[in-house]
């Protein structure tokens, strides 16, 4: 967009840097255009890379839950909240006082990389690796030599199931290279350098709380085009290549079975007590329907296999997956 000359007079206290400049002088409105930094929002960033992102997330998701789960062995969820687009100052300034962050060194990228974790659910995490119970507000204090050990095997735990997730697009390695509290210490970017940020949400038997994953838009953006140009594979024609379909069929999909339906009237559902039966609309050998993520796929008989119920699929009914 072209600035307009403006011949009003500057208000007190204006900023001469906006005035209209002399006539004579070179307009170098159109040549700074062609230079400016690429400056995105949810909405501009490349459509293409943001699917990809998205698609990522969703995975990582899941592998992070997986891994929590497995090392702190009680229930967990992650979720994946989705991305953004803003500068760094945005990202850095609206992030608590007080904050888990650790400071990210890639080789792939030209700037550091955040990982923001918020200190309520990071506390309890760190608790219920020492033994403790699981409170709803756990105490925040200043962290001992052990519990930075214990908070940094968790970052790499987490780190390593998203580069893992990466992977399918190119090889990726992020290395700790220190810890703040204070984000005014992890202000390791330019204040209207451009990001894109990652947010996962933990859920379950310990205050929520969100991961942030935050990474420079150049570097993220020069990644994709890098390994794009590496498999000689155009996202315009092909936004999603071989390697990738490959991560996508690991997704995993949660399957469901319905045996039958009943409808019942308010009076006896509130009615119904332990011990009662309920009579379906299907007889034993009528197929079932077997629902893939709530949308109606397949139609199966149902069986047993060993000590378990199971079902044999006969028929698709919905589109391919």
Known sequence: MEKKENNQALPEGGDKNTATPPAGSPDKTKEQEKIAAYSPSSSKFPKEYRNIIRQIGDYCAHKVQVALKQYLRFNIEVFWRGMDSLVFADFIGHLPSSSCIHILQNQEFQHHSLLVQNLPTISSLVERVL???????????????????????????????????????????????????NPMLASVLPDKENVVTLTFEIKGQLPSGLIQLCIATQDIVSYFEKYRKNQSVTMQSKPINSRFLQHLHKIPATISVQLGILELSLNDLNSLRVGDIVRLDRTLDSPVLVYVEDVEKYTAKLGRVGEFWACMIENGTGEKL
């Open 131 to 181: 033994g403790a119970r699981i409170i709803e507000k756990p105490v925040i204090v200043e962290f001992t030599s052990v519990d930075n050990a214990i908070i940094a095997r968790i970052t790499n735990m987490i780190l390593e199931e998203v580069q893992k997730s990466f992977h399918s697009i190119g090889p990726i390695i992020w290395r700790i290279h220190r810890q703040e509290s």
